[in-house]
């Protein structure tokens, strides 16, 4: 009996052995077949999830943010304890205890699971399985998923260290509301940073997982309820005393979708033309992945005061061209009729019409009645009031109504000659000048009329305002970067530099007489604007005088492939075909390119490289990018000497000579006092050259002080005349004067240095005397240089056998063998 009894037990127990055996080999052969072909788990090694990228303005102000995901990639050595804590309870609170697995949780939950009779189902999954199913498999609810998932939890346990799994986890996880890891959903749903987070707040995030779909305003109450249900197993867990657990679970939901707080984006400014620029240069620099994704920190050169009065400078300007062709165009967007009866509808319709919101003090508004003379308008932002919001007749009668065609409706003399009920128009404020008092609202429209706008230190290189249009909301086209365009005489300084450098001297005499050039196309006779001729002439009242003929006689004597090199050297240009009629500016190229070629000119002519961003970090704070390369030799000095500066040692490249670069700033000088940039009223010293092209198509006005240079342009985006009092001297010049006036307060400036190797004589031009800088071992030339085309007569000057001549000012004058420079006209019409 008892042998039976052994026997019988041990074939049962072999039985329970062998079965166990071959359960064994079968699990083993499952996790071997599903291991065979899973995904490398120690990819996750080096894993960088997307993260937005932020740019900073120069002061460390957050500015613009761009991402495919919004995520803001946190080490977890910065994330708060408090915060681990609440995902750790809300999602494995044996984290720090298993080994990638929780067999204890899971069969808790497979026990819940038949209590329930499958009612309630809880999930198992640790943070690390979590992990491993987020990056390197799919939401799939299979065995065969759940399997791969144990495989790689398993296996990145033995490669990661549970802080590392842990950074991975929180960085990465959705949490609704398009933001993903916690950094941004703190920031999503709080405005607040990671350390700033309360008990019940950070167990609001922890909540999110479970269903991260939910609305914190329709699903308040549930949301609620998990929030709780984290507060207690952080205070069972040990993480929160009771007194602490009771007083949070107690708050209200308070988010910012509820309106209980100002929402993060709101307190950016809104993104304009230099933050997009930034974007567009580093995605091409490193490519868009990394800029979208990379995290990267980026710390602009932008001054955004200066970037403000930039904006507002261009916009007075093309907004009061176009104001002077007196014609309405308005939005062209109108809200239905049924939609105006009450305000919230109103209102709602205002919110969602497409119109620019980036002009400082225009309002979005919409025409809700026209009475006999007036129209009653709704503002957006601008609360009724018991008084209704109006524009009177009185401010509509600057305007006729555009018509199809060449129709022209006659002048308004009544709102409802331009506006129609349910019309969205653009309105500002109208104040008093001296008290600021209101006095009424006055209608706006965004101009055809566009423009670009760039200012940046001549020393550095770093820009600090751009404007690329009238609104970056209305058009995202950047024209001081993107857009090619003719810049007429604006680049004469180029081929007067040239001259300059090979022998040319501010006096020597050029012959301003008609030429005539034999083309491919025919004969090309150019002339001077406004017609006229000054006969021999020197250099400085060319430039001074934008003369085109002599600039012409100029490029042909020193040739245009010297011309081309330069221009190229420089930078306007990647190659300028040697056509004379490029050296009056015909050949198309950007304002950031003459912006920037300027500079050279006022830094003594040293290459400097215009940049937007003065530094580039990635997501750990690592230098991957630095504009600025040069030293400061003394700054590791205890103290300098009294009134000593800093000592900043540069290597740059030298483009032309230094005295070549301040005998042209002074002409350019000359310019701005008596020439066609007379109109530039600054408070310091400042060179500039204007620039009209044929037809007015375009206008231009580059100028500088010691320390900055700044550029405009204006003409519309496909180019046509803009009339015949469009110059750059009216145009262009008042928009440097309003951002320059402003821009000197903080950056200064003084006399242009003067190089060595030259000395000073006075030379006389006519009315005023010039202590002109000529280079050491030359002096004013003795023949009038007339660039091969030979000296020809004309109505305008007359020359005798004698060498007289009748110069602009009507009187007769004999020029000697060696020209007298008081013999000479500085007069001219452009």
């Not at 044996?94 to 999930?123: E, L, W």
């Not at 025919?522 to 005088?545: D, S, V």
Request: proline share 5%.
């Amino acid at each position: 009996m008892i042998r039976f009894l052994l026997n019988f037990v041990g074939a049962i127990f072999s039985w329970f052995v062998t079965a166990a055996l071959f359960v064994a080999l079968g699990i083993g052969g499952i996790f071997w077949i599903y291991a065979r072909d899973l995904p490398s788990h120690e990819a996750l090694a080096s894993y960088a999830p997307k993260t937005i990228s932020r740019i900073y303005s120069g002061e460390g102000k957050l500015i613009d943010e761009f991402a495919e995901e919004r995520r803001i990639f946190v080490p977890i050595e910065e994330i708060p304890d408090l915060v681990k804590q609440a995902f750790i309870s809300a999602e494995d609170k044996n984290f720090y205890k298993h080994h990638g697995y929780d067999p204890r949780g899971m069969i808790g939950a497979a026990v819940q699971a038949v209590q329930t009779r499958g009612a309630s189902v809880r999930g198992a999954s640790t943070i690390t399985q979590q992990v491993m199913k987020n990056f390197l498999l799919d939401s799939s609810r299979s065995v065969e998923r759940k399997v791969r998932e144990l495989i790689l939890a398993t296996r990145i346990e033995n490669t990661l260290s549970k802080d590392q799994i842990l950074e991975l986890y929180l960085n990465e996880i959705f949490l609704g509301q398009n933001s993903s890891g916690v950094a941004a959903a703190a920031q999503t749903y709080f405005n607040k940073s990671l350390t700033e987070l309360a008990p019940h707040e950070a167990a609001m995030l922890a909540a999110m997982p479970q269903a991260p779909s939910r609305s914190v305003v329709r699903d308040k109450e549930r949301i609620t309820e998990r929030r709780n249900y984290v507060l207690r197993e952080m205070w069972q867990n040990g993480y929160l005393t009771e007194a602490v657990f009771r007083a949070e679970s107690a708050q209200p939901l308070r988010t910012v979708q509820n309106g209980d707080f100002p929402a993060f984006r709101n307190s950016l400014p809104p993104r304009g033309y230099f933050t997009d620029e930034i974007r567009r240069q580093l995605s091409a620099q490193f490519g868009e992945d990394e800029f979208f994704g990379g995290g990267l920190q980026i710390r602009a050169t932008v001054d955004p005061q200066l970037q403000a009065i930039a904006a507002k400078s261009l916009q007075d300007a093309l907004e009061r061209y176009d104001r002077g062709l007196g014609l309405w165009r308005g939005t062209g967007i109108t809200i239905p009729a049924d939609k105006l009866a009450a305000e919230p509808d109103w209102r709602a319709a205002l919110a969602r019409a497409k119109v620019p919101r980036d002009i400082e003090g225009w309002h979005p508004a919409v025409v809700l009645e026209l009475t006999e003379t007036d129209a009653v308008i709704g503002i957006e932002g601008v609360p009724q009031g018991d008084e209704p919001h109006l524009i009177p007749a009185k401010d509509v009668q600057w305007a006729r109504k555009m018509l199809p065609g060449t129709q022209r409706a006659p002048q308004a003399r009544v709102a409802s000659d331009l506006l129609e009920v349910g019309e969205v128009v653009l309105v500002r404020q109208m104040t008093d000048d001296n008290t600021g008092a209101f006095i009424r609202w006055t209608l706006r429209q965004v101009p055809r009329v566009q423009g670009g706008f760039m200012a940046m230190d001549v020393n550095t290189g770093r820009v600090v305002a751009m404007q690329g249009g009238f609104s970056y909301q209305s058009s995202v086209f950047n024209r001081a970067t993107q857009a090619m365009r003719q810049p007429g005489s604006s680049f004469k300084p180029f081929v007067y530099a040239a001259a300059l450098d090979k022998g040319y001297t501010p006096a020597t005499i050029v012959a301003d007489e008609p030429i005539t050039v034999n083309t491919p196309q025919g004969l090309w006779t150019p002339k001077n604007a406004g017609g006229g001729f000054y006969g021999p002439t020197p250099l400085r009242t060319g430039i001074e005088q934008s003369r085109n003929l002599m600039t012409i006689r100029i490029a042909q004597d020193i040739g245009m492939d010297t011309v081309a090199a330069y221009a190229e050297r420089f930078g306007v240009y990647d190659r300028l075909s040697p056509f004379l009629a490029n050296s009056l500016g015909a050949q198309e190229t950007t304002l950031f390119k003459m912006v920037a070629a300027y500079a050279m000119f006022a830094n003594g002519g040293e290459r400097v490289e215009p940049t937007l961003v003065d530094r580039v970090q990635d997501r750990r704070g690592r230098t991957v990018y630095r504009h600025d390369r040069r030293s400061c030799t003394t700054c590791d000095m205890g103290n300098l000497p009294a009134g000593q500066a800093p000592v900043i040692a540069s290597d740059r490249e030298r483009v032309m000579d230094a005295v070549t670069a301040y005998q042209l700033t002074s002409m350019l000088e000359g310019v701005v006092s008596r020439g066609s940039g007379k109109g530039v009223k600054l408070p310091v010293p400042v060179a500039g050259k204007t620039g009209t092209t044929n037809d007015a198509k375009d206008v231009w006005f580059v100028g500088f002080t010691s320390n900055l240079v700044a550029g405009c342009y204006i003409g519309f985006d496909e180019p046509r005349s803009l009339g015949s009092n469009a110059y750059g001297g009216t145009m262009c010049v008042p928009v440097f004067n309003a951002f320059m006036r402003q821009a000197v307060k903080q950056y200064g400036g003084s006399a242009f240095k003067v190089p060595p190797g030259g000395y000073f004589a006075d030379v006389s031009y006519g009315k005023y005397t010039i202590a002109e800088y000529f280079r050491n071992g030359t002096t004013a030339s003795d023949y009038v240089i007339d660039g091969g085309f030979g000296r020809k007569q004309s109505s305008d000057v007359t020359e005798t056998a004698d060498k007289a001549v009748t110069t602009s000012t009507g009187k007769r004058k004999v020029i000697p063998k060696k020209a007298d420079f008081g013999s000479m006209s500085s007069g001219g019409l452009y």
